[in-house]
């Protein structure tokens, strides 16, 4: 059960008073200051608490949600290094491979092979639009 606060008017002797009553829900809390206090105005009905936990359960959680998000971090850092290392040994190998293709055939620039592998995946590229089109 949660309690519940508000600002109750209790009538002119008594004027607008704090109360605190239990109830599971916001209509509960309104209907037992009306009828337990005797008030005529409820304004500004707020939970103070639920029942079972303190105030501190909240920024547990808050915690909690710091620790998952460090350590999902760090993992997306470590995922990223281990993924970066085997792109630079892919890269490195590509290089090599092309630096012997280039002994074969030194007509051959870097510029040339990046344009035309940039190429072919472009043309790959408009010809799968043009496809789709058709449907």
């Known amino acids: ?3 519940w606060r508000a600002k109750c008017w209790l009538g002119s002797e008594n004027g607008y008073q704090d109360l605190e009553v239990k ?3 916001i209509h509960g809390a309104d209907h037992q200051f009306r009828s337990i206090y005797g008030a005529t105005q409820v304004i500004n009905i707020r939970e103070v608490r639920s029942g079972g936990s303190s105030s501190s359960g909240s920024s547990g959680s808050v915690g909690l949600i710091i620790a998952v998000l ?3 971090g760090w993992l997306m850092w470590e995922a990223w290094k281990i993924v970066s290392s ?3 040994a892919v890269w490195q190998w590509f290089v090599g491979a092309l ?3 280039w002994g074969l055939f030194p007509f051959i620039s870097p510029q040339l092979i990046v344009g035309l592998v940039f190429g072919f995946f472009f043309l790959v590229l408009i010809l799968g639009v043009l496809d789709s089109l058709d449907d």
Do not use: D, F, L
Request: proline content about 0%.
């Open 23 to 25: 109830s599971n829900t």
């Open 86 to 88: 085997i792109m630079i």
């Open 70 to 72: 460090a350590i999902g």
């Open 99 to 101: 630096q012997w293709v």
């Open 1 to 3: 059960m949660a309690i």
